[in-house]
Every structure is written in C-alpha cells, then in structure tokens.
C-alpha cells in the first residue's frame, strides 16, 4: 500500500450554494470541506472527512 501526500496550495471561495463551481474554487457552504473550514484561523489544521477519505488542510491565509 502507497502513502501519497499532496502538498498542493488551493484557494477556495465560500459561496452560496446556488454560486458554486468547484473548477472556479468556490464551495457550497453546505460542502462537508466549507463546513469545516467555517470559523477556523490562520494556522489551523484541518481534517475533513470526504467520500473518498481523509484530506488533510492547513490554512495559510483568510480573506474577506
């Protein structure tokens, strides 16, 4: 079994759901990642559960 690790930076856009386009990176509000992002801090880690495992964030940055 491989361990892969992915240490790509992406940029999401927290959006209303009707505004969602994963391609432009901006998630639903309701996505299981935007819901686990909500009302974290700069420096937070992060680990959401998704249908195909575990992904592992770390926030580098926040903007309004």
């Known amino acids: 079994q491989r361990q892969m690790c992915i240490r790509d930076r992406m940029t999401y856009t ?9 391609r432009e990176g901006k998630l639903a509000i309701g996505t299981p ?3 686990a992002l909500l009302g974290r801090k700069k420096g ?3 680990d959401v559960e998704v ?14």
């Not at 927290?14 to 994963?22: P, R, T």
Request: proline content about 3%.
């Open 14 to 22: 927290i959006v209303a759901e009707h505004e969602a386009n994963l």
């Open 33 to 35: 990642i935007a819901k």
């Open 44 to 46: 937070d880690r992060v």
């Open 51 to 64: 249908p195909a495992g575990t992904i592992h964030f770390e926030i580098l940055d926040i903007s309004i």
